[in-house]
């Protein structure tokens, strides 16, 4: 290979240091910390249902307070609409709550820590790109600080750290599987991110073609060294092993299906367990609770007769389920007072 044929990389007198990325991030948790004098950590839903699936139960025999109105009454039992994958991102929390260092949800520092994490991964993101420090910086803090992201997670409310666990894990599938390809790393993180937010799962083509992609190139440059190491030795010496002129395997020409099973292992297994969740608790695996909350049936777009104007509003593959949910239980609702 050429000095020309090689992708471009960047200096090193641009590229920001582990010490570096992790003080910035430090700097940018404190001031998502300190953003919000007022977090909703009362809005706690996952929290709630975390620990009581610490207990090996999936919903609560007693009715939840009041302003937690998304609890859903089912056969003596009331539970959360949330997935699996969002209840079982805050079971650590729970646990610190069991063991009693905590009494509430700890919703700030968690958003806080998602904001670091979040830093982090989009400072090492920009490090493989040809570009100063600063617009590095610059192009991070535009998205911890310049979109809606920054009071969106500052609420710090079950459906806001959903959001940021799901965008934890979606950029850390993206630079596990781009920049420092580890398929089973960038599965766990990929159901991170659909397990919080179920639409996200629509992406995995997109990573399997990219995990893919790195083997083809790799087969390629392979079977381009063995036609110059064959030629070589013909040159040299006929008598010279192959192996002697060829460098050590490292273990990189990974058969395509081994690449795709690491990477679908985790979230086929996360798949698998929140339809049988959903079976547990509503007895039907396409179930996920949504239009079984009190009152949701009778708001005006919920009760539209055009499921296709339902959909078309609905964003993603979760929200997809929960509007054909409510069309169902609308069409029941009609039967039974026909």
Known sequence: MTESDRPEQPAENVTITNLVAALISLAAAVVYCVSNPNPQNYYDYTFRVAG?????????????????????????????????????????????????????????????????????????????????????????????????????????????????????????AIYFTVFDRRPWLAGFLFALAFGNRTENLLTAPVFMYLLLRQDVNRGVAETQRGNRVSKAKDVLDPDVSLTDLKPPSRGIGHPFVKTLAKFCAIPFVLGVATLVYNYVRFHSFTDFGYARIPGVLREPLVRSRDLLYILSLASGLGNAFQAVECKEHISISRARRI
């Open 52 to 172: 009581q699936l610490l207990m090996g139960r999936t919903g609560f025999s007693e009715p939840r307070p009041s302003w937690l109105n998304e609890f859903v009454p089912f056969e003596g039992f009331y539970y959360s609409v949330f997935p699996l994958g969002a209840v079982i991102s805050m079971m650590p929390a729970a646990l610190v709550k069991n063991i009693g260092l905590i009494a509430d949800s700890p919703g700030r520092i968690i958003a806080s820590i998602h904001a670091a994490v979040i830093c982090f991964l989009l400072l090492k993101i920009a490090s493989h790109y040809d570009v100063s420090r600063t617009r590095q910086i610059l192009l991070t803090m535009a998205i911890l600080f310049g979109t809606f992201m920054w009071t969106n997670l500052t609420f710090a409310g079950a459906w806001q750290l959903a959001l940021g666990f799901a965008m934890v894990g979606q950029l850390g």
